[in-house]
């Protein structure tokens, strides 16, 4: 990857991607110490080739929000990753009309979806 910009909140988990981050002279990683939805919702759209989310599992509201705010930041020919506590279905998410799964499965608890847009191939 040219660019890869991670987005955490803690400030403990931050300075750990950092810290990792400076171990593996990883100069095209851009560490974000912000709250992800305020930082999504000021990016253009568009800005990125793959978008990889992981919210916070079982809160039903936020993993909507967060699917609202990253499904326009994916460029057109581009993937969305999500892991959720629950299977995805595109159809019963707003933010997904006109998305589709091309993979999925589970891992433990974890449920994991690649996503792109409907006649993108």
Do not use: C, T
């Amino acid at each position: 990857a040219a660019r890869v910009v991670m987005v955490e909140r803690s400030a403990r988990a931050a300075a750990q991607l950092r810290a990792n981050q400076e171990r593996l002279g990883a100069r095209m990683i851009e560490i974000a110490e912000a709250d992800a939805l305020r930082l999504a919702a000021n990016l253009p759209p568009g800005s990125f080739d793959v978008v990889f989310l992981d919210p916070p599992f079982g809160d039903a509201a936020l993993l909507a929000r967060a699917l609202e705010l990253a499904a326009p930041l994916v460029a057109p020919d581009g993937w969305l990753y999500v892991e959720s506590g629950e299977a995805i279905d595109p159809g019963a998410q707003p933010a997904l009309a006109g998305w589709s799964v091309a993979r999925e499965g589970k891992a433990g608890a974890v449920r994991y979806h690649l996503l792109q847009r409907e006649n993108e191939e």
